[in-house]
C-alpha cells in the first residue's frame, strides 16, 4: 500500500506507513500538511509502550489507552501491535491528512483493536472516558489537560510531552507566566524546574475536580518535557497534592545565585516512582525496542534520583561559584554519603547530582 511519497517505518515490533520526506526533511522548504512522524522521538514512544505494558498487567479491568494527537498513527499502532494483556486502543487526530494514514495503516495490518477517531481532542475527551490519555502536541499539552483530567478513569495515567521548552526554562518568562501562571527560572536548573511547573498544572487542573496525582515517571530532554501522572479521586489526595503545589524563592533552589524573584507555583513532591521504575527495568529486556540502551541508562538514572530531593547542583558551576577546579563527581558523592546525606545523580546533566547536604558542607567535600 506504499505510493512514492509513503513507505514502511519500523519501530519496536511494529511496521508503519510514514510520509517518505518526514524521514529527512529538517527546514522549513519542506511541505508541512504531511502526517508529522518524527524519528528521534522513538524512544519516548519506546517509552509509552513499557509505560502502558506495566499499566496494562497491573490494572485489573480491560484498560482503554488514547492516543489523542496521532499524526501517522504511530504510537497508537504500536499499542495495538506490541502490547499484550486486556486493552483496547482509541487513535485521534483531527487532520484529513493522519486520518487517512492511519486508516491505511489499520487495514494493511487489519488491526481489529484499535478505534480511530477524527475530532478536536478537547471535544473527544469531553465524550468518552479513558484509562490512559497520551498527549503529544506541537508545543505545549496545556490545552488539553481540563479536558483530560475531567475523562481520564480513576487511577488513570496522563502522559504529555512539552516542546515549548523556551517558556518552560525561562527564555520567554511571560510566555511561561500566560500559559503555566508560573514563574521559571533561567539557570543550571531550569529544566527540572519548567518539568515541575507542568507537573504543578497537571495538579492544579486536577485539584479542580476533587483528584489528586501522583507522578510516576518524569523526564526532561534539551528538546521537550515528558511526564506520565497517575489520578486519584478524592478530596484528600486532591488537598495532598496541593499541599505540594507552591510557589518559592529563587533563592531556595540550588545554583540560583543572585536571582531575588519567586519561582513557580510549581510541584515540590516527589516526581518518580520507584517500584514501577524497576518494574520497567524487567520489562525493558521482553519488549523489542530500538532505542533499549538509553532507555536502560535513563531509566536507572531516574529509579536512583526517585530518592533525591529536588533540584541539584552541577559539578561546573559550583567550580565557577568557588573558583576552584571540579573533584569528580564520584568524589563528592563519597564523602557526603560518608557524612550521612542523601546524595544520587540527576538524570538532568552528568555532572549534577542532588542532596540534602547544606551549601557549606558541600563546599567543605568540594576539594
Ligand atoms: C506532534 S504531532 C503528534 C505526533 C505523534 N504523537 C507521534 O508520536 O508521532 C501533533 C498532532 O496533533 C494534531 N492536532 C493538533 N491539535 C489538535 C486537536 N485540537 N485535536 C486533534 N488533533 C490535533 C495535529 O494534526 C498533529 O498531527
Not at 73 to 84: C, K, Q
Not at 127 to 149: C, H, N
Not at 289 to 316: I, M, Q, V
Request: hydrophobic content about 35%; proline content about 5%; some cysteine.
Amino acid at each position: 500500500m506504499t505510493s512514492a511519497a509513503t513507505t514502511f517505518i519500523k519501530e519496536g515490533t511494529t511496521e508503519v506507513l510514514v510520509h517518505r520526506n518526514k524521514l529527512t526533511n529538517k527546514g522549513p522548504s519542506s511541505r508541512q500538511h504531511e502526517p508529522f512522524y518524527n524519528p528521534s522521538m522513538e524512544l519516548n514512544r519506546d517509552l509509552s509502550i513499557l509505560v502502558n505494558q506495566w499499566f496494562i498487567n497491573t490494572s485489573k479491568k480491560q484498560v482503554q489507552l488514547l492516543d489523542g494527537l496521532a499524526a501517522s498513527g504511530i504510537r497508537g499502532l504500536r499499542y495495538a501491535h506490541e502490547l499484550t494483556g486486556e486493552f483496547n486502543v482509541s487513535i485521534n487526530d483531527w487532520d484529513d491528512e493522519s486520518n487517512t494514514l492511519i486508516q491505511q495503516n489499520i487495514q494493511t495490518h487489519s488491526y481489529s483493536n484499535i478505534t480511530l477517531f477524527q475530532k478536536d481532542l478537547n471535544m473527544l475527551l469531553s465524550e468518552r472516558r479513558f484509562d490512559s490519555i497520551d498527549i503529544d502536541p506541537f508545543g505545549s499539552p496545556v490545552y488539553f489537560l481540563d479536558a483530560a483530567v475531567r475523562s481520564i478513569y480513576n487511577h488513570g495515567i496522563i502522559a504529555c510531552t512539552a516542546t515549548d521548552t523556551a517558556a518552560l526554562c525561562g527564555v520567554f518568562p511571560k510566555v511561561c507566566y500566560r500559559r503555566y501562571g508560573a514563574l521559571p527560572l533561567h539557570g543550571p536548573t531550569m529544566h527540572e524546574v519548567g518539568l515541575r511547573i507542568l507537573l504543578g498544572v497537571v495538579c492544579r487542573e486536577a485539584a479542580k475536580y476533587d483528584r489528586g496525582i501522583e507522578p510516576l515517571l518524569c523526564y526532561t530532554t534539551d528538546h521537550y518535557h515528558r511526564l506520565y501522572v497517575q489520578i486519584k479521586n478524592g478530596k484528600n489526595a486532591a488537598n495532598t497534592s496541593m499541599a505540594r503545589y507552591q510557589s518559592i524563592p529563587a533563592t531556595d533552589i540550588p545554583l540560583s545565585q543572585g536571582q531575588t524573584t519567586t519561582v513557580g507555583p510549581l510541584w515540590l513532591g516527589n516526581i518518580q516512582k520507584k517500584s514501577m521504575l524497576q518494574a520497567l527495568q524487567s520489562l525493558v529486556s521482553v519488549k523489542t525496542l530500538h532505542s533499549r540502551p538509553e532507555l536502560w541508562k535513563l531509566l536507572c538514572l531516574l529509579e536512583e534520583e526517585a530518592d533525591g530531593p529536588p533540584f541539584f547542583y552541577t559539578t561546573n558551576d559550583l567550580s565557577s561559584m568557588l573558583k576552584q577546579s571540579p573533584p569528580p563527581l564520584e568524589h563528592i558523592v563519597e564523602r557526603l554519603r560518608t557524612k550521612g546525606y542523601i546524595v544520587t545523580r540527576t538524570h538532568c546533566t552528568s555532572t549534577g547530582f542532588k542532596t540534602n547536604a547544606p551549601l557549606d558542607v558541600i563546599k567543605e567535600v568540594f576539594n
